[in-house]
């Protein structure tokens, strides 16, 4: 892959996606997309950029790429502090405040979903709380790799998954299937998995207004521009008084000042300010 090469391919990307990929990951494009070359029959990556720009099947190839692209390490309760918060605190919060308005409805988002663990995690924290009785609650799963969203519709998992599990979780909500542990039914019906590209701004005004979004360990991809437009697109999908969980290692400093950084027992979780129905709607 040339120097020139490498810029077009990677700019594509990015365009598509906002995964960015800086000078220093030249080989890693290049050993990742090369597989993409041999299913393709492509004889460089000077065809393979012509393939991307003008083929009837470019589309579906940026989502093949997606799949060669992304990092996919997850498991079920992960961060278990971040966790902690959001069952003692911040899910009981949200109960006042819309019981308060005649409310009974959750709806969560699970950005960057992944393989699925991270959705029926929540699924499970929620599923025996007794304030919830009688709600109605929405858990939506995304990611933009159609690989890791048919693992999760099959929910099915291996040990590797449940490195951080209670034993009691295990015992109640899985149960053996086809060499791993397969996801209960009910908490499968709380959980509905899609495909989705952060940077598909009409689709994620399809979604609708949720009450908190999961979005952990996905943003450290994306470079500041990117990181502005998706974090910006958060805030507008969030009710008022709506919360955003990121990764440990992720901060919205230098990115945006639409959040107010609440700070609970347990962790530090990023909130949209309550306004106006009015100032919510402009």
Known sequence: MSDDEFRVIRDSIYSHCGIFFDDDSKYLLEKR?????????????????????????KDQEMMDIMDVLTTNETYFF????????????????????????????????????????EPYTIAMLLRDMPRLRGWKIEI????????????????????????????????RFFYEYDGGLKVTD???????????NLFDKIRMMMLGKMDLIFCRNVIIYFDLAAKKRV???????????GFLLLGHS???????TLFTLRHFKNDMIYQKPERSALGDDL
């Open 33 to 57: 997309l090369a597989r993409r070359l041999t299913a393709l029959s492509l004889n460089n990556f000077r065809e393979y950029y012509h393939f991307l720009k003008y083929d009837r099947n």
């Open 78 to 117: 992960r961060e278990s502090f971040q966790l902690s918060a959001f069952t003692d605190e911040v899910v009981p919060e949200l109960i006042s405040v819309k019981s308060a308005r005649g409310d009974r409805t959750l709806r969560i988002w699970s950005a960057g979903c992944s393989t699925g663990e």
């Open 231 to 241: 974090v910006e697109e958060f805030h507008r999908s969030l009710h008022d008084g």
């Open 250 to 256: 992720e901060s919205l400093m230098n990115v945006t």
């Open 140 to 171: 939506i799963g995304t990611d933009i790799s159609q690989r890791v969203l048919q693992h999760a519709r099959r929910g099915v998992y291996t040990k590797s998954s449940f490195r951080a599990t209670e034993e009691r979780y295990i015992k």
């Open 186 to 196: 009910d908490i499968r019906e709380m959980v509905t998995i899609s495909h989705l």
